[in-house]
Structures are given as structure tokens and as C-alpha cells.
């Protein structure tokens, strides 16, 4: 994620659904080992405890967005978004092939929030 060719920051976040998007459409579509694996284990178990650090990680990538496209509280706006990346890949794994496009439209909103 993140340095997409020259785009702004608001592209490169909104690219994220494209590409999950494409993902969801998989023949093979899996959902993220790291939610699976939170999930099962619990944050409190050691590969819980890495599952998340590596989300956290993600979200500080979309922070770095937020900041670099000016948006206000770029912390709360990365939790926000997470969300919302986080409920899609749960939607795609429930049969929802859409699911990043209802994200897409619902990160577009999001973004404006935060302007």
C-alpha cells in the first residue's frame, strides 16, 4: 500500500477498495490471515499480539495518508477507515462480492467528513 505513482493521497486511500475490490472477485478469495487469526486467538495470545501489530501497521499507512491529504484527526480518520477495510474483508468472506464498493462509497463520505 501506499506510494501509488504520483497519485494524491485521497486516491491512494480510495485505491485501497479498488483494490480489494478486484481481491473480493477472486476465484481463490481468502479472507486476511491477520483478522482470522485475531479472531481465533485473541489479542492476548502471542500471534494475536502480532496480528495486531501488523493491523496497527496498516493504520498508521492510512494515518500517513490522511496527513499527507490534510484531513483533519488523522488518527481518528485511519480507526474509522480501518473499519471500514476491516468490515469489508468480513462482507466479501460472508459472500458479499460488492462489499468494497459499498466501503468505497461509504470511504468517499469519510474523507469529506474529515476535509
Not at 480510495?14 to 483494490?19: Q, R, T, V
Not at 481468502?30 to 500471534?47: R, Y
Not at 468505497?104 to 474529515?114: T, V
Amino acid at each position: 500500500m501506499g506510494g501509488g505513482g504520483g497519485e494524491a493521497p485521497e486516491e491512494q486511500l480510495l485505491a485501497i477498495f479498488e483494490l480489494f475490490d478486484e481481491w473480493f472477485h477472486r476465484d481463490d478469495f481468502e479472507a486476511c490471515s491477520f483478522i482470522n487469526v485475531l479472531l481465533e486467538m485473541g489479542p492476548a495470545h502471542p500471534v494475536g499480539r502480532a496480528s495486531v501489530g501488523h493491523l496497527e501497521s496498516i493504520r498508521s499507512v492510512v494515518s500517513g495518508l490522511a496527513e499527507e491529504a490534510a484531513l483533519r484527526d488523522p488518527e481518528s480518520f485511519a480507526r474509522s477507515w480501518h473499519i471500514l477495510m476491516k468490515g469489508s474483508i468480513v462482507s466479501a468472506t460472508e459472500g458479499d462480492a460488492e462489499a468494497a464498493q459499498r466501503a468505497r462509497s461509504m470511504a468517499q463520505l469519510l474523507i469529506e467528513q474529515h476535509r
